[in-house]
Protein backbone atom coordinates (compact mmCIF):
# COMPACT_ATOMS: atom_id res chain seq x y z
CA UNK A 1 0.00 0.00 0.00
CA UNK A 2 1.17 3.45 -0.89
CA UNK A 3 0.67 6.26 1.57
CA UNK A 4 1.58 10.63 0.94
CA UNK A 5 2.78 13.23 2.73
CA UNK A 6 1.91 16.59 1.53
CA UNK A 7 4.26 19.34 2.45
CA UNK A 8 3.35 22.95 1.00
CA UNK A 9 1.50 21.33 -1.81
CA UNK A 10 4.26 18.50 -2.77
CA UNK A 11 2.89 15.29 -2.35
CA UNK A 12 5.92 12.92 -1.55
CA UNK A 13 5.35 9.06 -1.66
CA UNK A 14 6.20 6.52 0.52
CA UNK A 15 6.87 3.24 0.36
CA UNK A 16 7.93 0.33 2.17
CA UNK A 17 7.46 -1.66 5.32
CA UNK A 18 8.87 1.39 7.78
CA UNK A 19 6.54 4.06 6.27
CA UNK A 20 3.94 2.58 8.15
CA UNK A 21 5.41 3.06 11.76
CA UNK A 22 5.61 6.69 11.24
CA UNK A 23 8.34 9.09 11.18
CA UNK A 24 8.62 9.38 14.99
CA UNK A 25 8.66 5.61 15.87
CA UNK A 26 11.70 5.40 13.41
CA UNK A 27 13.43 8.14 15.48
CA UNK A 28 13.11 6.33 18.42
CA UNK A 29 14.29 3.22 17.05
CA UNK A 30 17.31 5.14 15.99
CA UNK A 31 17.90 6.50 19.47
CA UNK A 32 17.73 3.23 20.93
CA UNK A 33 20.26 1.68 18.10
CA UNK A 34 22.46 4.40 18.86
CA UNK A 35 22.58 3.90 22.56
CA UNK A 36 22.95 0.59 22.36
CA UNK A 37 26.00 0.32 20.00
CA UNK A 38 28.31 3.05 21.62
CA UNK A 39 27.07 1.01 24.78
CA UNK A 40 28.66 -1.78 23.23
CA UNK A 41 31.29 -0.29 21.57
CA UNK A 42 33.03 2.98 22.34
CA UNK A 43 34.99 3.32 19.01
CA UNK A 44 32.16 2.14 16.82
CA UNK A 45 29.90 4.95 18.39
CA UNK A 46 32.02 7.40 17.71
CA UNK A 47 32.74 5.91 13.94
CA UNK A 48 28.86 6.42 13.42
CA UNK A 49 29.39 10.43 14.25
CA UNK A 50 29.35 11.36 10.63
CA UNK A 51 26.21 9.92 9.67
CA UNK A 52 24.46 12.51 12.02
CA UNK A 53 26.72 15.32 11.15
CA UNK A 54 26.42 14.41 7.57
CA UNK A 55 21.91 14.76 8.40
CA UNK A 56 22.72 18.19 10.59
CA UNK A 57 24.99 20.13 7.49
CA UNK A 58 21.84 19.11 5.36
CA UNK A 59 19.49 20.68 7.17
CA UNK A 60 21.25 23.80 7.95
CA UNK A 61 22.26 24.07 4.46
CA UNK A 62 18.49 23.78 3.27
CA UNK A 63 16.93 26.07 5.58
CA UNK A 64 17.65 29.46 4.53
CA UNK A 65 16.92 28.37 1.38
CA UNK A 66 14.01 27.42 2.78
CA UNK A 67 13.35 30.09 4.65
CA UNK A 68 13.37 32.59 1.93
CA UNK A 69 11.13 30.90 -0.67
CA UNK A 70 8.92 30.03 1.46
CA UNK A 71 8.54 34.19 3.18
CA UNK A 72 8.69 35.55 -0.05
CA UNK A 73 6.36 32.98 -1.46
CA UNK A 74 3.56 33.41 1.22
CA UNK A 75 3.94 37.72 1.87
CA UNK A 76 3.80 37.29 -2.67
CA UNK A 77 0.65 35.43 -2.66
CA UNK A 78 -0.38 36.58 1.16
CA UNK A 79 -4.50 36.63 2.09
CA UNK A 80 -4.92 39.34 4.56
CA UNK A 81 -6.32 37.29 7.55
CA UNK A 82 -2.77 35.00 7.52
CA UNK A 83 -0.51 38.08 7.87
CA UNK A 84 -3.04 39.04 10.52
CA UNK A 85 -2.04 36.89 12.78
CA UNK A 86 1.86 37.39 12.98
CA UNK A 87 0.89 40.07 16.22
CA UNK A 88 -0.72 37.29 18.38
CA UNK A 89 2.21 34.79 17.45
CA UNK A 90 5.27 37.64 18.32
CA UNK A 91 3.20 38.51 21.45
CA UNK A 92 3.01 35.02 22.34
CA UNK A 93 7.13 34.48 21.90
CA UNK A 94 7.91 37.60 23.70
CA UNK A 95 5.37 36.79 26.74
CA UNK A 96 6.61 33.23 26.66
CA UNK A 97 10.65 34.08 26.60
CA UNK A 98 9.86 36.68 29.98
CA UNK A 99 8.00 34.32 32.11
CA UNK A 100 10.71 31.52 30.86
CA UNK A 101 13.50 33.92 32.57
CA UNK A 102 11.18 35.01 35.58
CA UNK A 103 10.77 31.21 36.37
CA UNK A 104 14.49 30.60 36.04
CA UNK A 105 14.93 33.29 38.59
CA UNK A 106 12.19 31.57 41.11
CA UNK A 107 13.98 28.39 40.37
CA UNK A 108 17.19 30.05 41.20
CA UNK A 109 16.01 31.33 44.56
CA UNK A 110 14.01 28.45 45.58
CA UNK A 111 16.98 25.79 45.11
CA UNK A 112 20.03 28.20 44.36
CA UNK A 113 23.34 26.64 42.81
CA UNK A 114 27.05 26.62 43.67
CA UNK A 115 29.48 26.93 40.99
CA UNK A 116 33.62 25.39 41.00
CA UNK A 117 35.05 28.05 39.60
CA UNK A 118 38.50 27.76 38.56
CA UNK A 119 41.28 29.63 36.38
CA UNK A 120 40.24 27.84 33.20
CA UNK A 121 38.78 30.21 30.86
CA UNK A 122 37.24 29.74 27.41
CA UNK A 123 38.58 31.78 23.91
CA UNK A 124 35.61 32.47 22.76
CA UNK A 125 34.38 36.61 22.03
CA UNK A 126 30.75 37.23 24.03
CA UNK A 127 28.70 40.77 23.54
CA UNK A 128 30.17 42.98 25.82
CA UNK A 129 26.38 44.81 26.27
CA UNK A 130 22.38 45.30 25.11
CA UNK A 131 23.82 47.81 23.07
CA UNK A 132 25.94 45.38 21.37
CA UNK A 133 23.26 42.73 20.78
CA UNK A 134 20.57 45.10 19.54
CA UNK A 135 23.69 46.40 17.05
CA UNK A 136 24.37 43.29 15.88
CA UNK A 137 20.93 42.09 15.37
CA UNK A 138 20.41 45.52 13.12
CA UNK A 139 23.63 44.69 11.11
CA UNK A 140 22.17 40.86 10.25
CA UNK A 141 19.07 42.79 9.05
CA UNK A 142 20.98 44.66 6.68
CA UNK A 143 23.25 41.89 5.45
CA UNK A 144 24.17 40.77 2.04
CA UNK A 145 21.33 38.73 1.08
CA UNK A 146 23.81 36.18 -0.78
CA UNK A 147 26.48 36.12 2.05
CA UNK A 148 22.84 35.54 4.50
CA UNK A 149 21.80 32.71 2.75
CA UNK A 150 25.51 31.07 2.93
CA UNK A 151 26.18 31.56 6.63
CA UNK A 152 22.55 30.79 7.71
CA UNK A 153 22.00 34.68 9.09
CA UNK A 154 18.23 33.91 9.44
CA UNK A 155 17.94 37.35 10.49
CA UNK A 156 18.96 39.05 7.29
CA UNK A 157 17.45 36.12 5.17
CA UNK A 158 13.93 37.06 6.74
CA UNK A 159 15.07 40.85 6.02
CA UNK A 160 15.37 40.01 2.51
CA UNK A 161 12.65 37.68 1.91
CA UNK A 162 9.85 39.93 3.46
CA UNK A 163 11.12 43.15 0.48
CA UNK A 164 11.28 40.41 -2.02
CA UNK A 165 8.21 39.11 -1.38
CA UNK A 166 6.49 42.45 -0.98
CA UNK A 167 8.20 43.28 -4.27
CA UNK A 168 6.76 39.99 -5.85
CA UNK A 169 3.08 41.23 -4.04
CA UNK A 170 2.11 43.18 -6.94
CA UNK A 171 3.27 40.90 -10.12
CA UNK A 172 0.87 39.65 -12.32
CA UNK A 173 -0.59 35.92 -11.45
CA UNK A 174 2.31 33.73 -13.36
CA UNK A 175 5.48 34.87 -12.07
CA UNK A 176 3.64 34.54 -8.41
CA UNK A 177 2.36 30.91 -9.55
CA UNK A 178 6.44 30.12 -10.31
CA UNK A 179 7.71 31.14 -7.10
CA UNK A 180 5.24 29.43 -5.43
CA UNK A 181 5.90 26.16 -7.50
CA UNK A 182 9.57 27.11 -6.43
CA UNK A 183 8.63 27.04 -2.85
CA UNK A 184 6.65 23.71 -3.44
CA UNK A 185 9.89 21.98 -4.89
CA UNK A 186 12.38 23.18 -2.27
CA UNK A 187 9.65 21.93 0.17
CA UNK A 188 9.61 18.32 -1.90
CA UNK A 189 13.92 18.56 -0.94
CA UNK A 190 13.48 18.82 2.43
CA UNK A 191 10.98 16.26 3.23
CA UNK A 192 13.13 13.57 1.38
CA UNK A 193 16.15 14.97 3.52
CA UNK A 194 14.02 14.80 6.66
CA UNK A 195 13.13 11.27 5.72
CA UNK A 196 16.66 10.23 6.86
CA UNK A 197 16.27 11.68 10.04
CA UNK A 198 16.44 7.95 12.21
CA UNK A 199 19.84 7.85 10.29
CA UNK A 200 21.20 11.34 11.53
CA UNK A 201 19.53 10.52 14.90
CA UNK A 202 21.14 7.11 15.51
CA UNK A 203 24.64 9.00 14.43
CA UNK A 204 23.81 11.77 16.67
CA UNK A 205 22.91 9.73 19.33
CA UNK A 206 25.48 7.00 19.09
CA UNK A 207 28.48 9.55 19.24
CA UNK A 208 27.00 11.50 22.18
CA UNK A 209 26.71 8.00 24.21
CA UNK A 210 30.63 7.33 23.27
CA UNK A 211 31.75 10.82 23.89
CA UNK A 212 30.51 11.77 27.13
CA UNK A 213 28.95 8.82 28.71
CA UNK A 214 26.32 8.37 31.20
CA UNK A 215 28.16 9.34 34.36
CA UNK A 216 30.23 12.36 33.09
CA UNK A 217 27.80 15.15 34.06
CA UNK A 218 26.83 13.99 37.56
CA UNK A 219 29.52 16.38 39.52
CA UNK A 220 26.67 19.23 38.02
CA UNK A 221 23.23 17.00 38.65
CA UNK A 222 21.94 19.91 41.02
CA UNK A 223 22.54 22.55 38.48
CA UNK A 224 21.30 20.84 35.38
CA UNK A 225 18.46 19.88 37.97
CA UNK A 226 17.08 23.28 38.05
CA UNK A 227 18.02 24.24 34.30
CA UNK A 228 16.16 21.15 33.34
CA UNK A 229 13.06 21.96 35.97
CA UNK A 230 12.45 24.89 34.98
CA UNK A 231 12.59 24.52 31.24
CA UNK A 232 9.98 21.39 31.78
CA UNK A 233 8.04 23.65 34.54
CA UNK A 234 7.66 25.62 31.15
CA UNK A 235 6.96 22.82 28.77
CA UNK A 236 4.06 21.20 30.62
CA UNK A 237 2.72 24.61 32.84
CA UNK A 238 3.47 27.79 31.13
CA UNK A 239 3.14 26.95 27.87
CA UNK A 240 -0.21 25.08 27.83
CA UNK A 241 -1.49 27.83 30.29
CA UNK A 242 -1.21 30.48 27.26
CA UNK A 243 -2.12 27.90 24.79
CA UNK A 244 -5.70 27.72 27.19
CA UNK A 245 -5.61 31.14 27.39
CA UNK A 246 -5.26 31.64 23.38
CA UNK A 247 -7.27 28.67 22.60
CA UNK A 248 -9.94 27.91 25.63
CA UNK A 249 -9.02 24.24 24.64
CA UNK A 250 -7.75 21.67 26.37
CA UNK A 251 -3.73 22.48 25.59
CA UNK A 252 -2.31 19.25 26.35
CA UNK A 253 -2.73 17.34 22.96
CA UNK A 254 -0.89 20.15 20.91
CA UNK A 255 1.54 20.57 23.01
CA UNK A 256 2.56 17.07 23.54
CA UNK A 257 2.31 16.27 19.88
CA UNK A 258 4.98 19.44 19.26
CA UNK A 259 7.19 17.83 21.90
CA UNK A 260 7.60 14.88 20.46
CA UNK A 261 7.69 15.37 16.37
CA UNK A 262 9.28 18.65 16.81
CA UNK A 263 11.25 18.61 20.65
CA UNK A 264 12.95 15.41 19.55
CA UNK A 265 14.47 15.97 16.65
CA UNK A 266 15.83 19.19 18.48
CA UNK A 267 17.27 17.69 21.38
CA UNK A 268 19.27 15.59 19.27
CA UNK A 269 20.03 18.64 16.54
CA UNK A 270 20.68 21.38 19.40
CA UNK A 271 20.23 23.48 16.70
CA UNK A 272 16.57 25.46 16.06
CA UNK A 273 17.59 26.59 12.77
CA UNK A 274 18.04 22.43 11.84
CA UNK A 275 15.20 22.02 12.98
CA UNK A 276 13.06 24.55 10.96
CA UNK A 277 12.45 22.40 7.64
CA UNK A 278 10.89 19.64 10.61
CA UNK A 279 8.49 22.63 11.95
CA UNK A 280 7.36 23.15 8.82
CA UNK A 281 6.49 19.79 8.55
CA UNK A 282 4.70 19.20 11.25
CA UNK A 283 2.79 22.66 10.63
CA UNK A 284 1.85 21.01 7.60
CA UNK A 285 1.09 17.83 9.20
CA UNK A 286 -1.48 19.76 11.47
CA UNK A 287 -3.13 22.03 8.74
CA UNK A 288 -1.95 25.72 10.07
CA UNK A 289 -1.81 28.49 7.77
CA UNK A 290 0.82 28.14 5.57
CA UNK A 291 0.61 32.23 5.19
CA UNK A 292 1.32 33.02 8.97
CA UNK A 293 3.93 29.43 9.61
CA UNK A 294 6.57 30.28 6.81
CA UNK A 295 6.93 33.66 8.67
CA UNK A 296 6.36 32.87 12.22
CA UNK A 297 8.59 29.23 12.30
CA UNK A 298 11.37 31.08 11.21
CA UNK A 299 10.72 34.02 12.98
CA UNK A 300 10.26 31.98 16.52
CA UNK A 301 13.71 30.13 15.37
CA UNK A 302 15.60 34.02 15.44
CA UNK A 303 13.58 35.44 18.96
CA UNK A 304 11.35 32.84 20.28
CA UNK A 305 13.78 31.65 22.83
CA UNK A 306 12.65 30.61 26.51
CA UNK A 307 14.86 27.36 26.69
CA UNK A 308 18.49 30.57 26.22
CA UNK A 309 16.34 32.91 28.45
CA UNK A 310 16.19 30.05 31.55
CA UNK A 311 19.89 29.34 30.71
CA UNK A 312 21.15 32.48 31.03
CA UNK A 313 19.40 33.51 34.08
CA UNK A 314 20.05 30.12 36.29
CA UNK A 315 23.76 30.40 35.27
CA UNK A 316 23.76 34.04 36.00
CA UNK A 317 22.64 32.99 39.43
CA UNK A 318 24.47 30.38 40.21
CA UNK A 319 27.65 32.57 39.77
CA UNK A 320 25.72 35.51 42.30
CA UNK A 321 25.03 32.66 44.68
CA UNK A 322 28.56 31.26 44.60
CA UNK A 323 30.29 34.80 45.01
CA UNK A 324 27.94 35.73 47.76
CA UNK A 325 26.24 38.36 45.74
CA UNK A 326 23.03 39.57 47.44
CA UNK A 327 20.03 39.85 45.06
CA UNK A 328 16.64 41.98 45.59
CA UNK A 329 13.83 41.44 44.10
CA UNK A 330 14.15 44.49 41.70
CA UNK A 331 17.43 43.85 40.36
CA UNK A 332 15.79 40.05 39.77
CA UNK A 333 12.95 41.85 37.76
CA UNK A 334 15.60 43.58 35.62
CA UNK A 335 17.64 40.28 34.96
CA UNK A 336 14.43 38.80 33.94
CA UNK A 337 14.24 41.63 31.39
CA UNK A 338 17.83 41.63 30.41
CA UNK A 339 18.06 37.90 30.14
CA UNK A 340 15.14 37.83 27.52
CA UNK A 341 16.18 40.58 25.46
CA UNK A 342 19.65 38.41 25.13
CA UNK A 343 17.92 35.44 24.56
CA UNK A 344 16.37 37.05 21.29
CA UNK A 345 19.44 38.52 20.04
CA UNK A 346 20.89 34.48 21.04
CA UNK A 347 22.32 32.54 17.96
CA UNK A 348 20.47 29.77 16.54
CA UNK A 349 22.94 27.16 16.88
CA UNK A 350 24.05 24.89 19.28
CA UNK A 351 25.33 27.12 22.52
CA UNK A 352 24.26 30.00 21.13
CA UNK A 353 23.06 31.21 24.68
CA UNK A 354 26.28 30.51 26.33
CA UNK A 355 27.83 33.35 25.37
CA UNK A 356 24.97 35.74 26.50
CA UNK A 357 25.94 35.12 29.77
CA UNK A 358 28.81 37.55 30.75
CA UNK A 359 26.73 40.00 29.28
CA UNK A 360 23.60 39.28 32.23
CA UNK A 361 27.06 38.81 34.57
CA UNK A 362 27.51 42.31 33.67
CA UNK A 363 24.28 43.18 35.82
CA UNK A 364 26.00 42.42 39.46
CA UNK A 365 29.50 43.42 38.52
CA UNK A 366 30.75 40.18 37.89
CA UNK A 367 34.18 40.60 36.01
CA UNK A 368 34.42 38.96 32.92
CA UNK A 369 36.99 37.01 33.77
CA UNK A 370 35.09 34.87 36.45
CA UNK A 371 32.14 35.30 33.58
CA UNK A 372 33.78 33.38 31.47
CA UNK A 373 34.45 30.32 33.92
CA UNK A 374 30.46 30.56 33.92
CA UNK A 375 30.72 30.05 30.28
CA UNK A 376 32.86 27.45 30.32
CA UNK A 377 30.56 25.62 32.82
CA UNK A 378 27.70 25.40 30.43
CA UNK A 379 29.92 24.34 28.13
CA UNK A 380 30.45 20.76 30.23
CA UNK A 381 26.91 20.41 31.01
CA UNK A 382 26.28 21.83 27.49
CA UNK A 383 25.56 18.28 25.66
CA UNK A 384 21.85 18.43 28.19
CA UNK A 385 21.58 21.60 28.70
CA UNK A 386 21.54 22.40 25.26
CA UNK A 387 19.65 19.65 24.03
CA UNK A 388 16.71 20.23 25.99
CA UNK A 389 16.92 24.13 25.55
CA UNK A 390 16.57 23.48 21.76
CA UNK A 391 13.89 20.89 22.15
CA UNK A 392 11.73 23.73 24.40
CA UNK A 393 12.81 26.54 21.90
CA UNK A 394 11.94 24.96 18.50
CA UNK A 395 8.63 23.08 19.66
CA UNK A 396 7.36 26.06 21.40
CA UNK A 397 7.45 27.44 17.88
CA UNK A 398 5.00 25.34 16.69
CA UNK A 399 2.70 25.11 19.94
CA UNK A 400 2.40 29.38 20.16
CA UNK A 401 1.93 29.57 16.01
CA UNK A 402 -0.48 26.91 15.90
CA UNK A 403 -2.34 28.21 18.91
CA UNK A 404 -3.25 31.69 17.05
CA UNK A 405 -4.20 29.43 13.82
CA UNK A 406 -6.62 27.34 16.35
CA UNK A 407 -8.38 30.48 17.57
CA UNK A 408 -8.81 32.35 14.17
CA UNK A 409 -10.45 28.95 12.86
CA UNK A 410 -12.51 28.88 15.97
Given amino acids: MTTKTTVSGAEIPKKGFFAHFGLVPQILLGMILGVALA ?28 VFVLVASAIANRKIGGQAKMKPVLVLYLLGTFLAALTAVGASFLFPSSLILSDAQQAVTAPEGIGQVLKGILFQAVDNPVNALLTGNFIGVLTWSIGFGLGLHHANSTTKKVFSDISHGVSHLVTLIIRLAPIGIFGLVAETVATTGFAGLASYGHLLAVLVGSMAFIAFVINPLLVFITTRRNPYPLVLTCLRESGVPAFFTRSSAANIPVNMMLCEKLKLDEDTYSVS ?107 VSQRAGA
Avoid: R
Fill in 39 to 66: SWSTEAGQSVAMLGALFVKALKAVAPIL
Fill in 297 to 403: IPLGATINMAGAAITITVLTLAAVHTLGIPVDFATAMLLSVVAAICACGASGVAGGSLLLIPLACGLFGIPAEVAMQVVAVGFIIGVVQDSCETALNSSTDVVFTAA
